[in-house]
């Protein structure tokens, strides 16, 4: 939480007597009213609370005492009980005969004897300025409602540091550490006993402020709160005016026996996260002065051994120095966490937590939204256009639009009609003659590559309109690698994109584009390092495909039932999976261990930064088993949380072999949730760092809660989504980004989906106005793109600022022109939800609910008595004994 809470007082107000002073003051008729506004004119001394006709003795002296303790200590008004000390009514403690809590009675005897000596001292020196009586009254009301909704506003987060006290004694406990005792805790740490805890010392409004009090004051004016106070530094206590921690009251029943189940259930589930995708389940290592070699483990898995030729000849069983969980015990954590996500307890307690961030989000958008629109205008020399935003997920066969496909191939046919470009000897020309094309067919219309209504729910039409005029000669022809002219055709294509991105034509954008590597062949790798690397002199942007505004991904399509239906391997046997797998995983171990005699693919992995699992989510497949690849030789597709392992596995260990060579790591990014079992999202978020689509969250809340509490990246593409599987005004990205999960917007394949130029802008134009979304959102998730993605650590610090490490409030809003409000918001609600699930998870959830329930309460009075201060006669109006 923010410095500036350290100093408030977060105990239960002491009681006043500002109801009832207000109340009977409002009783007095003209002629008492206006002798007592003589009496304080001419002595100069303001007194809000007098309590005219009171008969007791001592009633003026009360009544200044309780007007200096709301004043200075900001207290409110509520009569405690003495054993417990909790609020029990609306009455307030009276002194001499009266009810009074005995604690409070040195605190009098002190303010009388001050409040005495002041009269006196006013008396002597009346008020410099001819100022009335209603005019002081409603400087100082300003004034004090200035003040008093800081302390207010800071004693309604006051349960925060009761939630981090509590968060490290269940830490401590955790680990056998026993807690230290509430009152042991010093006034400078997260939270005091009550009667000790320092009270905010507030200055007493004893005359009306002058001019030259009011400049002053506003030269002393703390920071706004946008600006990052210094390290170590609090934050500007002002922004407790310009924050909103919508923190929920918690009343009685709020914590249950569910809940705490439900708790156990987060932190078992993230504990998962954390074995496969944090690599706490990966045992061994690698040293860079190693000599090592590598080979396909019986269990489909790559294994490393040391280049020891006496063990290898003695026959003794080598040791795998890089071992991660094996299928066995993925398939038993993965059923685990199935069952978890679907436990009635976890299930109800997640949609709990997501309706009250979506909440949240909403009240802080109603309180705050001017006040984001007025700190982005403030970001001079910045704005969303400037900000740089990465497509995370983009296939390169579809990354040009229709309309740049056309005039590519419009282009080629008038300039090299004459290009073989078959094997079988057919220039382009032929081809579309034999086709019965010509020119007035190059059109958009005619390509017949935008998607419609056919593709919906149908993969596989949306595949085939990848091949203008439903032509596979024409995909073969300028979308593929690997064809008669060595994919020249598709290079140039390429580079048209690629300086688009590099010209920033509109505003900074960035991509991450996916190549194929289907595992049907070894030699894959090779053909796509010469291509990708070849110094191409065609086209209109010479040289190879290598861009500073794109790092390259390796999509693998999950097509093992196109594999299976080949011919039997050269020696008869049937093929299976762990062919694939050795065709996929072997040219990268050898490069990496050999890059001399691997130069091409070497070089190529140095520009590859992830890889992504692409195919239809909703096809049928096998239930997730432990059979072991080399068994795997039905035709049916294996599991899509199966086939997911083995990516993981293989990567998991490559990455730890390229790590200790000082060579860069890979990350898994697959498609996941965009149909089919919602259930794929608890491979992907036990094994992944982010996904791509991820739409079927909203069908899952206990997955999506644990999607938020970690900040798993989700790519979504709203406008894919509205033609395949989820029309967009279903669309759950509203709710996902309102929540708070770590979203941005991507474009997928702009060939199909997209109508202008520029693809990713018109997928954040449409997003803006189909969801409402503020300039504010536009730049948040801009922001999200740029952390999701995997573009060097240089990049990020560029755009998003030194110490982007840190966390969200730690990026520099004028590079990401997000609002330093909106980043401390998202970060104050995440760390709560964290604190919340640790806390109840270790039993601690009804010790905190009532420590909770009287902070809250005493901000409730606190808000009440800042109202009733400033009323100078109380209205009347309905319900007005409630308060």
């Given at each position: ?5 350290s ?19 409002s ?8 002798a ?14 007098a309590?005219?006709?009171d008969e007791?003795p ?16 900001g207290?409110?008004?509520?009569e ?5 000390n ?21 605190l ?12 006196r001292?006013s008396?002597q ?8 009586r ?13 003040r008093a909704?800081?302390e207010?506003?800071?004693?309604a987060?006051s ?12 830490e401590?406990?955790s680990?056998g550490?026993?807690p230290p ?31 030259s ?7 002393q ?12 530094q609090p934050?500007?206590?002002r922004d ?11 009343g009685?029943g709020s914590?249950t ?5 439900a708790c156990?259930?987060i932190?078992?589930?993230r504990?998962?996260?954390?074995k ?26 790559v294994?490393?051994?040391?280049s020891?030729?006496?063990t ?6 080598r ?7 094996q299928?066995?015990e993925f398939?038993s954590d993965?059923h685990?966490?199935?069952?978890v ?5 976890m ?8 309706q ?5 989000f ?5 309180a ?7 700190a ?5 020399g910045?704005?969303?256009y ?20 056309v ?9 090299e ?6 094997g ?15 020119s007035?067919?190059?059109t958009i219309d ?13 993969f596989?039409n ?7 005029f439903?032509?596979?000669?024409m995909?073969?022809?300028?979308l ?5 002219i060595e994919g020249?055709y ?33 030699h ?7 291509w ?15 861009s500073?505004?794109n790092?390259?991904?390796?999509q693998?399509p ?7 239906g ?14 694939m797998?050795?065709?996929?995983f ?8 050999n890059p ?7 070089e190529?992995l140095?520009?590859i ?7 239809d ?13 080399s ?7 294996p599991?899509?949380?199966?086939q997911l392992y083995?990516?993981f ?14 060579l ?34 909203d ?5 999506q ?5 970690d ?6 593409s709203p406008l ?8 967009i ?16 917007i991507?474009?997928d394949?702009?060939?199909?989906f ?15 106005a ?6 504010t ?6 922001r ?15 755009w ?15 590079r ?5 409000i ?9 760390a709560l ?6 806390l109840?998870?270790?039993g ?12 809250f309460?005493?901000?409730r ?11 100078e006669t ?5 319900e007005?004994?409630?308060?």
């Amino acid at each position: 939480m923010s410095g500036d809470l350290s100093d408030s007082w977060g105990g239960p107000p002491e009681p006043i007597r500002m109801l009832r002073d207000l109340s009977v003051q409002s009783q007095l008729d003209d002629e008492q009213r206006q002798a007592q506004q003589q009496q304080d004119d001419s002595s100069g001394t303001l007194i809000v609370g007098a309590e005219g006709g009171d008969e007791d003795p001592d009633a003026d002296t009360d009544a200044n005492t309780g007007t200096i303790l709301n004043q200075r200590y900001g207290v409110g008004s509520a009569e405690y009980d003495d054993s417990s000390n909790v609020n029990v009514s609306g009455s307030f403690p009276l002194r001499h005969g009266r009810k009074s809590h005995p604690k409070y009675e040195a605190l009098y005897a002190a303010l009388e004897g001050e409040n005495t000596s002041e009269r006196r001292l006013s008396q002597q020196q009346p008020p410099s300025g001819p100022l009335s009586r209603s005019s002081s009254r409603v400087d100082l009301a300003a004034t004090a409602v200035e003040r008093a909704e800081a302390e207010a506003t800071a004693a309604a987060v006051s349960a925060v540091p009761i939630l981090c006290h509590e968060v490290g004694n269940a830490e401590r406990a955790s680990s056998g550490n026993a807690p230290p005792p509430m009152h042991n805790i010093p006034l400078g740490g997260l939270m005091t006993p009550k009667d000790e805890r320092p009270r905010p010392n507030l200055p007493r409004a004893t005359s009306a402020p002058t001019a030259s009090t009011m400049g002053n004051r506003r030269q002393q004016q703390d920071p706004p709160a946008r600006e990052r106070p210094s390290e170590g530094q609090p934050w500007p206590k002002r922004d407790a005016l310009s924050f909103t921690r919508s923190l929920v009251f918690y009343g009685a029943g709020s914590v249950t026996d569910e809940h705490e189940i439900a708790c156990k259930y987060i932190e078992e589930a993230r504990s998962l996260r954390q074995k496969y995708h944090g690599g706490g389940g990966t045992k061994g290592g690698l040293s860079d002065s190693q000599s090592v070699e590598y080979g396909f483990g019986r269990n489909g898995v790559v294994e490393i051994y040391k280049s020891d030729d006496a063990t290898r000849s003695s026959g003794t069983d080598r040791v795998n120095l890089v071992q991660v969980p094996q299928i066995d015990e993925f398939v038993s954590d993965y059923h685990r966490l199935v069952e978890v996500a679907s436990d009635g307890a976890m299930r109800s307690y997640c949609f709990q937590r997501l309706q009250m961030l979506t909440s949240a989000f909403k009240t802080h958008v109603t309180a705050n939204g001017h006040v984001e629109n007025e700190a982005q205008s403030n970001l001079l020399g910045t704005d969303f256009y400037r900000t740089m935003k990465v497509d995370n997920h983009i296939h390169l066969a579809g990354a040009p639009t229709a309309k740049q496909f056309v005039g590519f191939v419009r282009d080629k046919l008038e300039k090299e009609a004459d290009t073989v470009v078959l094997g079988d000897g057919q220039t382009l020309s032929e081809v579309f003659a034999n086709a019965g094309l010509d020119s007035e067919h190059l059109t958009i219309d005619a390509f017949n590559v935008l998607a419609d209504y056919s593709v919906y729910q149908r993969f596989d039409n949306f595949n085939s309109k990848y091949s203008p005029f439903r032509m596979a000669q024409m995909r073969k022809i300028f979308l593929k690698v690997e064809n008669h002219i060595e994919g020249r055709y598709f290079a140039e294509l390429t580079k048209i994109v690629l300086a688009r991105l590099e010209q920033s034509k509109g505003h900074n954008s960035a991509a991450e584009m996916r190549l194929s590597i289907y595992g049907m062949e070894r030699h894959e790798w090779h053909n796509l390092a010469k291509w990708m690397l070849c110094d191409w002199k065609g086209g209109d942007y010479p040289g190879q495909l290598l861009s500073s505004h794109n790092r390259w991904m390796v999509q693998v399509p999950r097509l093992w039932r196109i594999y299976a239906g080949k011919k039997k391997c050269s020696d008869g046997k049937t093929r299976s999976f762990q062919e694939m797998l050795e065709n996929l995983f072997c040219p990268l171990f050898e490069a990496t261990l050999n890059p001399e005699a691997h130069p091409e693919v070497a070089e190529l992995l140095k520009h590859i930064v992830g890889f992504d699992s692409v195919d239809d989510e909703g096809a049928a497949e096998a239930q997730c088993s432990c059979t072991r690849p080399s068994a795997w030789k039905t035709k049916q597709n294996p599991a899509y949380s199966w086939q997911l392992y083995y990516l993981f596995a293989n990567i998991e260990v490559l990455n730890r072999l390229r790590e200790a060579r000082g060579l860069n790591t890979f990350s898994l990014r697959p498609h996941a949730g965009e149909t089919g079992d919602p259930m794929h999202l608890a491979a992907a978020y036990m094994l992944c760092k982010s996904v791509n689509h991820g739409v079927n969250l909203d069908r899952q809340v206990s997955l999506q809660y644990l999607y938020y509490l970690d900040q798993v990246g989700l790519s979504v593409s709203p406008l894919s989504n509205n033609f395949l599987f989820r029309k967009i005004a279903t669309s759950p990205f509203p709710k996902l980004f309102k929540r708070g999960l770590n979203v941005t917007i991507s474009t997928d394949d702009p060939l199909l989906f997209h109508m202008s130029d520029d693809a990713l802008l018109e997928e954040y134009s449409v997003a803006r106005a189909t969801f409402d979304l503020s300039m504010t959102d536009m730049s948040e998730m801009a922001r999200n793109s740029v952390l999701q993605s995997d573009f060097e650590d240089d990049f990020k610090r560029k755009w998003l600022g030194d110490n982007y490490t840190k966390g969200v409030t730690h990026c520099d809003e004028r590079r990401t022109h997000v609002p330093l409000i909106r980043a401390k918001f998202r970060a104050e609600h995440l760390a709560l939800e964290h604190m919340l699930v640790t806390l109840i998870a270790a039993g601690k959830g009804n010790t905190v609910l009532r420590e909770m329930m009287e902070a809250f309460s005493a901000a409730r009075e606190a808000h009440r008595d800042i109202l009733l201060a400033n009323f100078e006669t109380l209205p009347c109006f309905p319900e007005q004994n409630q308060l």
